[in-house]
């Protein structure tokens, strides 16, 4: 109940009266006046005035599981949701989770993570307070090859979220957001198989919101959304954006089960693209021309011979040849 208060109470136009919310929910006065009280304890500022009713004032940044569960709406993409005030990692909760048989689309989320994970087998810094951790969990019904695609289909989700909350990022490929030329979202997808098919897939996304001291070899190419644009956004409203927008990417996605739909969008906004970049990969360095990604999700890089190499995400990395981008 107290996130559908939560709900009406932020889509009201002025006063919702107490009366109202009780023949709503079948309860008595003391039952809405005491969830009320609640979220007044939670941090949410609202005002009750007698004759008039509820209404809540200012945004807060309240990160909490009424916060997200009465703000998404979608379909499927977030509408399980578990949240935790601490956990080891999000991805590896949802695996666990995924193997008890949690639901396609269910949302994982914590304040804070004692062992976030990145890729290639980096640690991911997680204080409380301070940033986004979650993991979505998917059951797709395509073949595996399909699967780090959906890399590429989130960062776009990202990148497109922040765009309609008015900030410019690029996409990093395969999977950073950056702003400014510096990393403020990672993403980690994991997959798991059953005999040739696809038994889950796990897309873990970590967002730096505020401003948080960051060690010297990470200040040179991470920042924070408030670090970059001074603005502190509430983190349960880009939660909620992302989720929406996956929901359609991810219905997108689904009808070519590549990445042609998004091509020119993805490439729009590919920090990388007509840039010399040098790939990491197991065999070595080497640099070349990056000219964008084609519909598997591989970024197209021209070599001094004028050949083309397709280079697939996997574990490879690509940078600037000055530096982070
Ligand atoms: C990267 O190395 O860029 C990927 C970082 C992914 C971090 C996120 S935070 C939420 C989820 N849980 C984890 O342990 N990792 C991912």
């Not at 193997?99 to 990145?118: F, K, N």
């Not at 873990?204 to 644009?229: C, H, M, S, Y």
């Not at 929901?247 to 009808?255: C, G, I, S, T, V």
């Amino acid at each position: 109940m107290k996130s559908e208060i939560l709900k009406l109470l932020r889509e009201a136009e002025g006063y919702l009266s107490g009366q109202e919310l009780c023949e709503r929910f079948g309860v008595t006065r003391t039952a809405v006046w005491k969830a009320i009280k609640q979220l007044q304890n939670e941090g949410y500022e609202v005002e009750a005035v007698p004759n008039k009713g509820y209404s809540l004032k200012g945004q807060t940044d309240i990160f909490s599981k009424n916060e997200l569960e009465s703000r998404i709406q979608t379909k499927w993409a977030g509408r399980n949701l578990y949240f935790y005030d601490c956990i080891d990692s999000t991805n590896h909760q949802a695996k666990l989770l995924a193997e008890d048989g949690a639901c396609h689309g269910s949302l994982i989320t914590a304040v804070t993570q004692t062992a976030g994970r990145g890729r290639k087998g980096r640690s991911w810094e997680s204080p409380p307070d301070k940033n986004i951790y979650f993991s979505l969990l998917l059951r797709p019904d395509f073949i595996p090859n399909c699967a780090p695609m959906l890399t590429l289909v989130m960062a776009h989700s990202v990148q497109k979220a922040l765009a309609l909350m008015e900030f410019t990022t690029q996409i990093k490929w395969p999977n950073d957001i950056v702003m400014n030329g510096k990393k403020i979202t990672g993403i980690l997808t994991e997959m798991s198989l059953q005999g040739e098919d696809i038994q889950y897939v796990v897309i873990g996304v970590g967002i730096n919101v505020k401003k948080q001291p960051f060690d010297d070899e990470l200040k040179r190419k991470a920042t924070t959304i408030e670090d970059e644009t001074g603005k502190e956004i509430p983190r349960a409203v880009l939660v909620q954006k992302i989720m929406e927008q996956f929901e359609k990417d991810y219905d997108l996605f689904q009808k070519t089960k590549d990445l042609s739909l998004f091509l020119e969008e993805y490439n729009d906004s590919l920090v990388n693209r007509n840039k010399e970049v040098l790939v990491l990969d197991l065999a070595g360095e080497y640099q070349g021309f990056a000219l964008g990604i084609n519909n598997k999700g591989e970024l197209l890089v021209q070599l001094k011979d004028h050949t083309i190499k397709n280079v697939y995400a996997g574990e490879v990395s690509v940078r600037g040849i000055y530096g982070y981008v």
